[in-house]
């Protein structure tokens, strides 16, 4: 065996036994998330699996297949429909029951004793990508939704919209692309299928390490909180177009007005974990009915509503003496911006420049 084989089964190995302990780790850990672990760990597991027993088939000579209490099962079409599950109930989608019914093509692959290269392994090895492709990108497109839908409570999102299961959900239509080319690689020559196969190594071993090094600081984003009807939920009867004058009345506005007013009084925004929850027990009101009304009063989300006073804050001190003795980024920081990447992201969607070219325009002016 040559030694460029030995690194490969070792990278095997690695991601196989890597996945069995990061899956362990997931089961026993305490988090508010465990429901959604336990698909996080089927995932990872069949990901172990498949990795751990082709590594043997392939690296051996014995005929292991012959013993299926061992080796007879296959968890190929268990795979996605266990990350699709975690990521659906991480998001805080209600779980329904008939979701399970994405794994009934994995259990009839292993309940029947199916010949190879069969009519029947033929169907369901199509069913792989006719099932997993699809789920990824409707997983894909649910998480973009949540996004937006976070928005409307939390002030900084850049923890907060779950890039890293975003990455995993490309990673893995990544692999899916090397596993599918990898095989007419093969045909049209021999080091190339090795150079697909590479790949696919270094993407599984990423997949395990990059679940294993986040998957335990995710959580639910949020819940709503249920309230009772109220004076302004009252008010806010519909969002149709038609409606929003008849809404937008004189009394919703003072509410909107004076919160407006003790959030740039007392500096609230400055806070730089500052959320909807928070702030709505902050100011003593439901928070249900703070959202509704950032949304309606201000035609904005609760992300850009209270960046928006960030930047004032941020265009006041760029005037003030601190202006000379901290660099733009503390200044930022000194405004309730939590990140450097939170803070130019928002500058520049309020204002249509970068905060450089801000200062320079200031500098200018004088």
């Known amino acids: 065996m040559l030694s460029g084989d030995f690194f490969l089964i070792f990278l095997d190995l690695l991601s196989g036994f890597s996945a069995i302990m990061i899956g362990l780790l997931f089961l026993t850990v305490k988090s508010k998330n465990q429901i959604a672990n336990i698909f996080l760990v089927l995932f990872l597991w069949c990901l172990a699996w498949l990795i751990l027993t082709d590594t043997y088939i392939n690296y051996t000579e014995e005929n292991v297949l012959s013993d299926p209490f061992i080796f007879g099962f296959d968890p190929v079409l268990l795979i996605i429909p266990s990350l699709f599950l975690y990521i659906i109930i991480t998001i805080n989608k209600s779980f329904n029951a008939w979701y399970l019914v994405l794994f009934i093509p994995g259990i009839l692959f292993n309940l029947f004793q ?9 169907i369901f ?31 900084e999102l850049e923890y907060k919209t779950l890039v890293w299961i975003k990455s995993i959900i490309i990673t893995v239509l990544i692999l899916h692309f090397f596993l599918f080319f990898s095989e007419f690689a093969e045909y049209l020559h021999g080091s190339l299928g090795d150079v697909f196969m590479f790949l696919e190594i270094l993407t599984t071993l990423f997949i395990v390490y990059w679940i294993g090094y986040n998957g335990f600081f995710q959580a639910q984003l949020f ?41 740039r ?85 309020l204002e249509g420049v970068t905060p450089k070219q801000y200062e320079l325009s200031l500098k200018k002016s004088e």
């Open 114 to 122: 199916i010949q190879e290269d069969s009519i029947l392994d033929i």
């Open 125 to 155: 090895m199509l069913l792989f990508p006719i099932i997993n492709l699809p789920l990824m990108i409707i997983a894909y497109r649910i998480l973009i939704r949540h996004k937006k839908n976070a928005a409307n409570y939390y002030s």
């Open 223 to 263: 819940k709503e909180s249920s309230s009772k009807e109220s004076l302004i939920e009252e008010l806010i009867i519909s969002e149709t177009e038609a409606q929003k004058e008849i809404i937008l009345n004189n009394e919703l506005l003072e509410v909107f007005k004076e919160i407006e007013s003790r959030i």
């Open 265 to 349: 009084t007392e500096k609230l925004f400055k806070n730089s974990s500052l959320n909807l929850r928070n702030l709505a027990m902050g100011l003593e009101i439901k928070e249900k009915e703070l959202s509704k009304l950032i949304n309606q009063c201000s035609d904005t989300n609760f992300y850009q509503f209270i960046n928006r006073f960030r930047v004032d804050e941020f265009k006041n001190l760029l005037k003030s003496p601190k202006a000379k003795q901290m660099s733009i980024l503390g200044l930022a920081q000194e405004a309730g911006f939590s990140s450097k990447s939170t803070f130019y992201t928002a500058f520049k969607t």
